[in-house]
C-alpha cells in the first residue's frame, strides 16, 4: 500500500479523500488543513463519505511530511497563490514524495514553464528524489490525453478541437465565479481569467503537447475572447442575482497554428445562465459538459459528462480531475524520480475497483 496524504480540502480536496480512500493500492495516512475549523475532523467527514476514516485533519506539513509519505496529492489552490503552491510542492518532492497536483497551470507542460518554476521542482527530484505530474480535467485529460486517444481512430486528421461548455452557476467557489471570470460584472471589468495572454499561460502547454503527440511544428500560439451582457437579471440557487446588463457569459479559444491555419483548438464557453448567449455552443442537458472533435475522415464527436456530489457537474468534472491524478499514484512510485507530464503517465483502467467498496 502506497502511503498517501491529501494536502488540502476544498472543491479538489474532498474528492481526492474518496478516490484515495477507493484505491486498491493506496492508503491514507493524513490530510493537511488549512482552517482551524476543519482540524482534528475526520477525513471521511470532510469528504462527506458518512463514515470514519479514522484520519484526524491536521494543520502541521512539517510534521506530517516528517512521517515519510511515499505520495502527497495537493489540492490546496494555485490560482491566487502559485508561489505558495510551489513551495509547498517543492518542499513534499524534496521529501521524497510522489505529487500529483492540478494547482501549478504553467507546469501541465514542464518543458516550455518559465524556469523560476520548472528548476526548483528539478533540484528537488535531485535532492529528494520524489516525483510530480500536473494535470486536471481542462487543462487536463479533456485537452490532452482524450483528443490524442480519439485522433487514433480516424484516417485523417484536418483539426482537433476540445470545447468546455459549463453553466457556472453549479460551481461552488463564488468569488472565482464572480471576479476570476467576472460573471455579473460591469462589461467594462476585466476579469483577470480572460485578460491578453492569460489563456495561452492556463491553455498553452495542453496546446503544445497536443502539437508534439501529433508531431507539428506549431507556428505560433493566438487567443480569441468574447463576452456576452445579461439581458435581463438572473437568480441562481448558489450565488443569487446576477443583473441585466452585467457579463453573463464568455467565450474564448486559445488556438495552436499550423502553416498558418488554427488546427489545434481548445475553446470555452461558460455561462451564468442558459438564457445568454443561447446562440453559442450548448452542452447536451444546458449544464455542463466537455467535448472532443476531431474534423477529419470520419468526422469523430466525443462528449463526457460528469456529475457528483448530488448530480452536481461543476463536481463532477473536479472528481474526473482527481481521477487522473489519484490513478497514476501507484504508475509513478514504481517509475524513476522526475518530473512528468501527460504524455509520460498512462491513463489506465480502474483495476481492482470494478464493483468494490471499501468498508
Known sequence: MVSTIVWGTGNIGRAAIRAVEAHPALELTAVLVHDPAKLGRDAGDLAGLGRHLGVPATGD??????????AVVYAASGDIRPAEALADIVTAVRAGAVVVTPSLYALYDHRS???????????AVKEGGGSLFVSGVDPGWGNDVLPLLVSGL???????????????STYDQPDAVRYLVGMGQPMDYEPPMIAPTVPSMVWGGQIRLMARALDVELDEIRESVHRRELDATVTTASMGAFEAGTQGAVRFEVQGVV??????????????????????????????????????RPRIE???????????????????????LVGAIDWLDQAPPGLYDALD???????GKLGRRRS
Open 345 to 351: 503517465v498512462p491513463l489506465r483502467p480502474a483495476t
Open 61 to 70: 506539513p512539517e510534521a506530517v511530511l516528517a512521517t515519510g509519505p511515499r
Open 302 to 324: 466525443v462528449t463526457v459528462e460528469a456529475a457528483d456530489e448530488d448530480g452536481n457537474r461543476s463536481a463532477g468534472g473536479n472528481a474526473t480531475a482527481v481521477g487522473r
Open 113 to 123: 514553464a518559465p524556469p523560476d518554476m520548472r528548476e526548483p521542482v528539478l533540484a
Open 154 to 168: 480516424a484516417t485523417t486528421v484536418d483539426a482537433v478541437r476540445c470545447q468546455e461548455i459549463f453553466d457556472y
Open 259 to 296: 502553416d498558418g491555419e488554427a488546427l489545434i483548438v481548445i475553446e470555452h464557453v461558460t455561462r451564468i445562465h442558459p438564457s445568454c448567449a443561447p446562440d453559442w455552443p450548448l452542452p447536451p442537458d444546458g449544464v455542463g459538459a466537455h467535448r472532443v472533435i476531431i474534423e477529419g
